[in-house]
Nanobody, 124 residues
Framework: QVQLVESGGGLVQEGGSLRLSCVMS????????MAWFRQAPGKEREFVVS????????LYEDTLKGRFTISRDYAKNTEYLQMNSLKPEDTAVYYC?????????????????WGQGTQVTVSS
């Protein structure tokens, strides 16, 4: 059984940076396509980034590309989301997700496993 646990959220000032972590247990992370989504207060969950199982293809939400970067540490079985130049509108609960298919996707229903989320709050 796959379990995902996010951490690294918190309160940061506008312009600051945070790195979120998503630790997978129960399976080897390298055999999954991983993604990050976020949900702001009063809004639907939205796609942030997805990285294919092999790491060869990465999809970013266009407006976030350049500020957010996904990466992976195979030895730690952990996926990361580096967030720079943070803005108040980045405030949300951030979720990592995993799917067995090798292809990255923006569609949240196509992910099989989800973490519990970690809160990111950006103050102005």
């Amino acid at each position: 059984q796959v379990q995902l646990v996010e951490s690294g959220g918190g309160l940061v000032q506008e312009g600051g940076s945070l790195r979120l972590s998503c630790v997978m247990s129960g399976r080897t992370l390298s055999t999954y396509t991983m993604a990050w989504f976020r949900q702001a207060p009063g809004k639907e969950r939205e796609f942030v980034v997805s990285r294919g199982r092999s790491g060869g293809i990465t999809l970013y939400e266009d407006t976030l590309k350049g500020r957010f970067t996904i990466s992976r540490d195979y030895a730690k079985n952990t996926e990361y989301l580096q967030m720079n130049s943070l803005k108040p509108e980045d405030t949300a609960v951030y979720y990592c997700a995993a799917r067995g298919d090798r292809r990255p996707t923006r569609v949240e229903d196509e992910y099989d496993y989800w973490g519990q989320g970690t809160q990111v709050t950006v103050s102005s």
